[in-house]
Antibody, heavy 120, light 107 residues
Framework: QVQLVESGGGVVQTGRSPRLSCAAS????????MHWVRQAPGKGLEWLAL????????IYTESVKDRFTISRDNSKNTLYLQMNNVREEDTAIYYC?????????????WGQGTLVTVSS | DIQMTQSPSTLSASVGDRVTITCRAS??????LAWYQQKPGKAPVLLIY???SLQSGVPSRFSGTRSGTQFTLTISSLQPDDFATYYC?????????FGQGTKVEIK
């Protein structure tokens, strides 16, 4: 079955550069575009970034485009989010999600999320 | 960015009730809209895609409709497992954006 498992979260100081990982299994990872979505504590969902199946195309939301980098290693079935110069407002649960196989967009599978807490 | 406005923010209902949640887009998004259910401490789950198509494995009491830029998620007969927060999401244009969520509570 499809599984997405995020890791790399924790308590980090402002200005630091943590890297999140998302290990994929149960499907042909290299065939799917992948996304990162976050959710601040008690708040709604915010889409952050997309990477195409082969890594050739990346799209970001404006609030993170100059600080976060999405990447993937298809040989390791792993998605990454490099977060640079984090701020307190980056505190959130970070989810990786798979591009829907049946729809033009949307996310048909999500990981359980990894919590990043940014503190000074 | 395309703004997605959900209403109501909170909804109190009883088991067996018919429940309707509305999402309005700030501009045309065709039918490029999904609905998700999220329970506390869990990741969202895809319910509906392309405005009205039921995701595999989702109970048929869930349905979605579109009228112009207004979209509706309906639960025909609310079940105990349905008390959760629901989000709409547009994928017509980047950045993909979500509604602010509708919490369905027990009355």
């Amino acid at each position: 079955q499809v599984q997405l498992v995020e890791s790399g979260g924790g308590v980090v100081q402002t200005g630091r550069s943590p890297r999140l990982s998302c290990a994929a299994s149960g499907f042909t990872f290299r065939s799917y575009s992948m996304h990162w979505v976050r959710q601040a504590p008690g708040k709604g969902l915010e889409w952050l970034a997309l990477i195409s199946y082969d890594g050739s195309n990346k799209i970001y939301t404006e609030s993170v485009k100059d600080r976060f980098t999405i990447s993937r290693d298809n040989s390791k079935n792993t998605l990454y989010l490099q977060m640079n110069n984090v701020r307190e407002e980056d505190t959130a649960i970070y989810y990786c999600a798979r591009d829907s196989v049946v729809a033009t967009g949307g996310f048909d599978y999500w990981g359980q999320g990894t919590l990043v807490t940014v503190s000074s | 960015d395309i703004q997605m406005t959900q209403s109501p923010s909170t909804l109190s209902a009883s088991v067996g009730d018919r429940v309707t949640i509305t999402c309005r887009a700030s501009q045309t998004i065709s039918s490029w809209l999904a609905w998700y259910q999220q329970k506390p401490g869990k990741a969202p789950v895809l319910l509906i895609y392309d405005a009205s198509s039921l995701q595999s494995g989702v109970p048929s009491r869930f349905s979605g409709t579109r009228s112009g830029t207004q979209f509706t998620l309906t639960i025909s007969s609310l079940q105990p497992d349905d008390f959760a927060t629901y989000y709409c999401q547009q994928y017509s244009d980047y950045p993909w954006t979500f509604g602010q969520g509708t919490k369905v509570e027990i009355k």
